[in-house]
């Protein structure tokens, strides 16, 4: 019994140093191919989280606010600045700042623009923040004239019809 017990106590000590002496890959080596560079930036999940906490909002023509209510720009500009980031109130404004990026490039925390009412016009006339690429299905946050701070999807016919383009700014995020 003594020889089972010590070889048993053998066994197991020569495992837990064993165990203390492997090298261990660090947190942050380890990647998956399903994780963004930018869900690893902590302020674009707040941005978005920031944003979140303002919907139904109501719509304001030039608001800048959650108290007197948003148009689209007010709501962009008002999310990023609270991070430190500054942009200019309109959306055709706005359409300038950041890296233009391609639609299938999209990621959490840039911003989609779009025109005007007529879908036939040539110019930036609303924006909104991406909060969700899940494949080809860009979901956004905006400040709509009919309904306030709520989510769309780029897919619908709409927002289809009236796309411009995607920016990122979120690379002014991580330079702060």
């Known amino acids: 019994m003594r020889k089972v017990l010590l070889t048993v106590f053998c066994t197991v000590s ?4 064993q165990a203390q002496t492997v090298p261990t890959v660090p947190q942050s080596d380890l990647t998956t191919t399903t994780t ?3 869900d690893q930036i ?3 999940s707040n941005l978005i989280h920031f944003a979140k906490q303002h919907l139904s909002a109501r719509y304001r023509s030039g608001g800048t606010s959650p108290r007197n209510g948003f148009d689209c720009s007010g709501f962009t500009r008002f999310c990023f600045n609270r991070f430190g ?3 200019p109130h309109s959306s055709a404004a706005q359409g300038n700042v950041g890296v233009e990026i391609d639609q299938e490039e999209a990621q959490p925390g840039d911003l989609i623009f779009f025109k005007g009412h007529s879908a036939g016009g040539s110019r930036i006339g609303h924006v909104g923040l991406i909060t969700e690429v899940i494949g080809d299905r860009i979901k956004f946050i905006h400040s ?3 309904g306030g701070v709520r989510y769309d999807y780029l897919h619908a016919s709409y927002y289809q019809r009236r796309f411009m383009g995607v920016r990122r700014v979120v690379n ?3 330079e702060k």
């Open 172 to 174: 002014l995020l991580a």
């Open 14 to 17: 020569f495992g837990m140093i």
């Open 42 to 44: 902590p302020l674009v």
């Open 144 to 146: 709509a004239w009919n």
């Open 36 to 38: 963004s560079f930018y």
């Open 85 to 87: 980031i500054t942009l």
